[in-house]
């Protein structure tokens, strides 16, 4: 078995002086960058930028490969069809994968080596040692759990064999193979990874105002852009979610709610809030960025490869008083442009190339968001609804309805409590587009309508598995 990222031994760290004016032209090796504080914001600036890469969550892991498995998104690109098509085997998929298991360990392996050179220093060495320390376990947990949730089954699995060899979770810089996990071993190192930066990144609840206004400079400024604390927290409530343990992942989700930090935009700003930037009211955390996926834009929008999938409208018609007529977030978010003599229809939010920019000038960052506020209300919603509190599930539930501007749940004429369905259907409809909707099917392990194939495929971990790399599996 041979470990992918260790094809690349040598570290290389991107330099930079300021977060948001990152243009590197080159990659360097600095054996005393740790030394220094500046050195090790330059180290852990260079992971960010590596991770919008477009191998990783700049493409692949955000809005192209996830939102094609989960039908968001219909292509028919010669190797990109398969993964369409839900056909998880094919050699071209294999290679469409690999990109991002590899890119993924060389990323964890550039934070090991920061965890490790920051081992045996502290805030007397640098001031802000808390911050980089949790920054780097956040980021390292953050990445493990996409490709848990990616390349392993679901912790429910009934395949035991397949349970017990889930992916290495990798916490040394060295050229040792790491061993793989189980799918429960994995789920603990990163719960305790992501325990241990929140209590790292405490110095965030000053550090992250209530009324975020853009421009910040250095370090401590900007923290939506940095793994945060409360980013680890989200964090949190998300992988217990994902995991199936309901009353833990209330809990972190209550803590970022609570924390008042993280507002929903006003009505009149849902059209323009998410065009590639991150919202400084909605994001807990996001990666800053000019460029969101130029393959999905250049190769695919532009030479009419990929699509909205046929009926995907019928997701925001609404019900109830407005019986009929569509959710606002449809009319914000999707828009008809015209492509060699085609009229199309777009995901706004990440596919219009107008929201592209070479340089910040105040206001919205950049970017996009990794995890965003309403996200936190659907856990709270479905955790209340598992004890059986229904009437609270629905009222936050309804707390993200309204502020879409749509009427609320207890307000609709149906004389019905609110039901996984619904809160399923909501998550949909917010989501779309940023890379979430695949695996919440997969934790349900619900059957997928195929559009590539006009058929619908049982629920099962062949659909919800990515093959991993051969070559983890050669025992030479």
């Not at 260079?46 to 968001?72: A, F, H, T």
């Not at 130029?294 to 695919?300: A, E, G, I, M």
Request: with cysteine; charged share 30%; hydrophobic share 40%.
């Amino acid at each position: 078995m041979k470990r992918i990222l260790l094809a690349c031994i040598s570290l290389f760290f991107l330099g930079c002086g300021n977060f948001l004016d990152i243009n590197p032209e080159s990659e360097v090796v600095n054996d005393d960058m740790f030394s220094t504080a500046e050195g090790v914001e330059d180290a852990l600036y260079g992971v960010y930028m590596s991770m919008v890469k477009e191998d990783m969550y700049g493409g692949d892991m955000s809005v192209l490969i996830p939102e094609l498995l989960g039908q968001n998104f219909v292509t028919d690109d010669g190797y990109l069809i398969f993964v369409s098509r839900l056909d998880l085997e094919n050699a071209d998929t294999r290679k469409t994968v690999r990109t991002m298991w590899s890119a993924s360990y060389l990323v964890i392996s550039y934070l090991n080596n920061i965890i490790e050179n920051l081992d045996g220093k502290n805030v007397k060495d640098f001031k802000y040692y808390n911050l980089y320390r949790g920054e780097a376990l956040g980021l390292r947990a953050a990445i493990h759990f996409d490709l848990l949730r990616l390349f392993a089954v679901h912790v429910n699995s009934t395949d035991e064999n397949a349970k017990a060899k889930a992916i290495p979770y990798v916490t040394k810089y060295t050229f040792k193979v790491t061993p793989f996990s189980s799918v429960e071993e994995v789920y603990e190192k990163i719960i305790a990874d992501l325990k241990e930066a929140e209590t790292c990144l405490a110095e965030d609840e000053t550090l992250m105002p209530k009324i975020r206004k853009g421009g910040e400079k250095g370090f401590t400024g900007a923290r939506e852009l940095h793994f945060n604390l409360y980013a680890a927290q989200a964090m949190l409530a998300r992988v217990y979610w994902m995991k199936g343990d309901l009353e833990n992942a209330k809990k972190y989700a209550n803590k970022v709610i609570q924390s008042e930090k993280f507002q929903f935009v006003n009505q009149e700003d849902l059209s323009t809030f998410m065009k590639r930037r991150i919202s400084l009211s909605e994001t807990i955390w996001g990666l800053y960025t000019t460029n969101i996926s130029s393959y999905l834009y250049d190769r695919q929008l532009l030479l009419n490869k990929m699509s909205l999938p046929t009926g995907w409208k019928d997701i925001y018609k609404t019900v109830g008083e407005n019986e009929g007529s569509y959710d606002k977030r449809y009319n914000a978010w999707f828009i008809t442009k015209e492509y060699s003599g085609k009229s199309k229809d777009i995901l706004s939010k990440i596919m219009d190339e107008s929201n592209d920019a070479s340089e910040y000038s105040g206001g919205a960052y950049f970017g996009f968001s990794m995890i965003r506020i309403p996200e936190m209300y659907y856990i709270m919603a479905e955790a209340l609804l598992e004890e059986g509190d229904k009437e609270h599930a629905r009222d936050y539930l309804d707390a993200v309805v309204s502020a879409r501007g749509m009427v609320k749940f207890a307000d609709r004429d149906t004389g019905k409590d609110i039901t996984l369905d619904d809160i399923m259907n909501e998550r949909r409809k917010e989501l779309f587009g940023e890379g979430q909707w695949w695996f919440c099917l997969k934790r349900l392990n619900r059957d997928v309508y195929v559009h590539a194939l006009d058929a619908t495929l049982k629920g099962s971990d062949r659909i919800y598995t990515l093959p991993l790399p051969t070559e983890e599996l050669d025992p030479r």
